[in-house]
Each structure stands twice: as structure tokens, then as C-alpha cells.
């Protein structure tokens, strides 16, 4: 079946850029998510690519696909201590419905 | 904004006896899920619900799951006898459209943390 695997921690200064690094084994993905969890809150959708794309940018945030690798990334650039928060990978493969497959997520944590 | 509100946010269970979490989804969504997280590991899918029956449902949502919307508005995971493994994060999510359309989003609530002791 599909997997979904990320590191579990990464650990960046203030105003540096982070990258949070995601594979996945299903080759007919056809979405790919950045959700983020902050403390005692749910799953926030962050960002998406459909898998024809190999790069979304929305303001600080930029996702990269790699599909031959079935490697998926997302930048954070000039990382701020609120962004301190575990972030999700997930997808959805094509004729999967309604079901996404999640990573373990990554532990952000932002030191000033 | 509208959010998906998830009731107790902790449950703490005797193992054997029966639970219900309960979801509000949002109010103009038709799509509701159940994922649940146990510690340490992935969020995995339970279960996807569409008008009034389940459309999908993973390995895990053996017959001790069950869902329900009860009335118009709360969505509800019932396990019938907790086993120790069960202990876990479980999120509610729903969303306007199916997520097979993949620009749809879909809205998690904050999880309930269910504890089988």
C-alpha cells in the first residue's frame, strides 16, 4: 500500500529558511499536502500541488515536487517563531476517494 | 471563520466499555471524516461519510467503529469495546466537496485524545 515518510524533527534559526522534506512510495498520486498543527489545535491545510506541478510558491511557502524521486518539499523561508509547529505531508492517490495518507510529521522548532 | 469542533478534547476510558467522540463539521459541508493518530505514529484514515452512509473506510474501521450523524449537525465515532490499542488522537474533518476533488479543502478539528486504560 502507499507510504508516506518524513523526518520527525528539524530545528532552525529566525529568519533562517526551512525545509521540510516528505517521500512517498504511490507513483498515481495526484495531490500532495502541507497541513500544520500547532499545539492543541487540528490539521491546517498549508498548501498543495497537484502532481503535473513541480513547484507552487504561495508567499513565504514553496512546495517542490520531484515525481521521479516521489520527493516533495516545502520551504519556509524567513522562518518565524510561530511557524514553530508539527507539519503534515499527505496525498491522495488517483482513485482513492476521499482518503488521504499521512506522514508522521515534522517537528518544527524555531530558536531565536 | 467556521471551524470543525470536536467534543471531549480528552476521554479517558476503561478498556471494554463504550465511546463516542463527537464532531460538529462545519455548517454547509457534506463530506465527513474520522483519522485517528496514535502517539509516535502516522495519522491514518478511518472512515469518509456521505449523505447519511459511508463511502470509504480503511482496514482499521473493523465492526467495534461505527459512525453517525445523528441529526443535522453533530457527526459522531462510536467505539463499542475499547481495547488498549485504541488509544489514540482522533480527528474529525469535513469538507464541501469530496477530496477527490483535490482543490478542495479538507477542515480537521483539534482531535480528541482518547486514553483506554
Known amino acids: 500500500g502507499e507510504d508516506v515518510e518524513q523526518s520527525l524533527f528539524l530545528s532552525v534559526r529566525e529568519g533562517d529558511s526551512s525545509v521540510i522534506n516528505c517521500t512517498y512510495t504511490?507513483?498515481?498520486?495526484?495531490?500532495l499536502y502541507w497541513y500544520k498543527q500547532e499545539p492543541g489545535a487540528g490539521l491546517q491545510l498549508l498548501t498543495y500541488?497537484?502532481?503535473?506541478?513541480d513547484m507552487k510558491q504561495d508567499q513565504r511557502l514553496t512546495v517542490l515536487l520531484n515525481k521521479k524521486d516521489k520527493h516533495l518539499s516545502l520551504r519556509i523561508a524567513d522562518t518565524q517563531t510561530g511557524d514553530s509547529a508539527i507539519y503534515f505531508c499527505a496525498e491522495r492517490e488517483a482513485g482513492g476517494g476521499n482518503k488521504l495518507t499521512f506522514g508522521t510529521g515534522t517537528q518544527l522548532k524555531v530558536e531565536l | 471563520e467556521p471551524e470543525v469542533t470536536q467534543t471531549p478534547s480528552h476521554q479517558v476510558t476503561q478498556m471494554g466499555q463504550e465511546v463516542i467522540l463527537r464532531c460538529v463539521p462545519i455548517s454547509n459541508h457534506l463530506y465527513f471524516y474520522w483519522y485517528r493518530q496514535i502517539l509516535g505514529q502516522k495519522v491514518e484514515f478511518l472512515v469518509s461519510?456521505?449523505?447519511?452512509?459511508?463511502?470509504?473506510k480503511s482496514e482499521i474501521f473493523d465492526d467495534q467503529f461505527s459512525v453517525e450523524r445523528p441529526d443535522g449537525s453533530n457527526f459522531t465515532l462510536k467505539i463499542r469495546s475499547t481495547k488498549l490499542e485504541d488509544s489514540a488522537m482522533y480527528f474529525c474533518a469535513s469538507s464541501e466537496l469530496g477530496t477527490g476533488a483535490g482543490d478542495t479543502e479538507a477542515f480537521f478539528g483539534q482531535g480528541t485524545r482518547l486514553t483506554v486504560v
Open positions: 461519510f456521505y449523505n447519511n452512509e459511508i463511502s470509504e
Open positions: 504511490d507513483s498515481s498520486s495526484t495531490y
Open positions: 500541488i497537484f502532481s503535473n506541478m
